[in-house]
T-cell receptor, first 119, second 112 residues
């Protein structure tokens, strides 16, 4: 079974600075997807960024980018120019990419990192 | 696109009562997931459907929990009888193929 580990329960960053959230995962698969979700106090789960394991290029979405290290099974999220609206819980998640395996479509989540933005 | 729609947003009930949570997935999505979120256990998958068929219900805590998906546009999660330890936020999510899950706003359930 796949596991996702977020070792930083809490992080804080000064507004306008850059912060990196860590995520590691364990899998024996070669084809998979990784995600970062954001959960603000409104509790809505919002997709931040998605990475396909077969792609070597790191995904980016505006101020959000990832550092995907497949061999190390590491998938960190970098937030540049932090804004007050970035304050939230951030969850790293894993999903199998095996297309013939309909029994393994679920998303496995880490325990989350609470990010605080200091004005 | 209205996104995944869950109802109710909040539910307060007494122990022993039946609770039904509802979900309308995004049109065209072929997978639907029910997750439960608590402080102690984080986000747990309860059950998921593919093309309306239950694929994995190993996360359903016990027989008090049941889920149905009678058609592609509607699913329910039922707890009968409810217990205080069932208090949590319940999320419904849908997806197409292996793309990202889209979550509803969740139902906060409180069982007193």
């Amino acid at each position: 079974a796949q596991t996702v580990t977020q070792s930083q329960p809490e992080m804080s960053v000064q507004e306008a600075e850059t912060v990196t959230l860590s995520c590691t995962y364990d899998t024996s698969e070669s084809d998979y997807y990784l995600f970062w979700y954001k959960q603000p106090p409104s509790r809505q789960m919002i997709l931040v960024i998605r990475q396909e394991a077969y792609k070597q290029q790191n995904a980016t979405e505006n101020r959000f980018s990832v550092n995907f290290q497949k061999a190390a099974k590491s998938f960190s999220l970098k937030i540049s120019d932090s804004q007050l609206g970035d304050a939230a819980m951030y969850f790293c998640a894993y999903r199998s990419g095996a297309r013939e395996d309909f029994g393994n479509e679920k998303l496995t989540f880490g325990t989350g990192t609470r990010l605080t933005i200091i004005p | 696109d209205a996104g995944v729609i869950q109802s109710p947003r909040h539910e307060v009930t007494e122990m022993g009562q039946e609770v039904t949570l509802r979900c309308k997935p995004i049109s065209g999505h072929n997978s639907l997931f029910w997750y439960r979120q608590t402080m102690m256990r984080g986000l747990e998958l309860l059950i998921y459907f593919n093309n309306n068929v239950p694929i994995d219900d190993s996360g359903m805590p016990e027989d008090r929990f049941s889920a149905k998906m009678p058609n592609a546009s509607f699913s329910t999660l039922k707890i009968q009888p409810s217990e205080p330890r069932d208090s949590a936020v319940y999320f419904c999510a849908s997806s197409f193929s292996r793309l990202a899950l889209h979550f509803g706003n969740g139902t906060r359930l409180t069982v007193t």
